[in-house]
């Protein structure tokens, strides 16, 4: 009886620290997010670089999302997030995001930078380079 009580224990324990860690990382995630740099599409010329004050933002809060663009919202709604390591381009993905419209985003969280693979930069896709704020 007591090897099982201590199992029982242990088993909380080793789950408990399992789901901290899960909600520290959304917690991580959770903030605004400032377009830094984009890599892919762009205008032949233009400068791939984003200064502070941009406007060009992402915001996440819990399970919802905003989309600015040049200060004006484009786009609001929920999102999942989930651990997803998926090869792209030149770097790695290490979470997902499903967006309201099923649309599956990967991305790159490390810290304050965050990075948004739309496809792949081979076949028209953009990576989008982000800074909490």
């Known amino acids: 009886m007591k090897?099982?009580?201590?199992?029982?224990?242990?088993?909380?324990?080793l789950?408990?620290?399992?789901?901290?860690?899960?909600k520290s990382v959304?917690?991580?995630?959770?903030?605004?997010?400032e377009l830094r740099y984009i890599e892919g599409i762009q205008?032949?010329?233009?400068?791939?670089?984003?200064?502070a004050g941009n406007g060009n933002v992402l915001k996440f809060s819990e399970s919802n999302?905003?989309?600015?663009?040049?200060?004006?919202?484009?786009?609001?709604g929920t999102f999942a997030f989930q651990k997803?390591?998926?090869?792209?381009?030149?770097?790695?993905?290490n979470y997902s995001i499903l967006l309201k419209n099923n649309e599956k985003v990967y991305i790159n969280l490390s810290g304050k930078k965050l990075i948004v693979?739309?496809?792949?930069?081979?076949?028209?896709?953009v990576e989008n380079h982000y800074e909490k704020q």
């Open 15 to 22: 789950l408990s620290a399992f789901s901290c860690k899960k």
């Open 117 to 125: 693979f739309y496809g792949q930069i081979a076949a028209d896709g």
């Open 43 to 51: 205008i032949a010329g233009a400068d791939p670089n984003f200064k």
């Open 84 to 93: 997803e390591e998926v090869r792209i381009n030149n770097s790695q993905s």
């Open 65 to 76: 999302y905003e989309r600015y663009v040049d200060h004006q919202l484009i786009d609001s």
């Open 26 to 33: 959304e917690s991580a995630f959770n903030g605004t997010w």
């Open 3 to 13: 090897k099982m009580l201590t199992l029982s224990l242990c088993m909380i324990l």
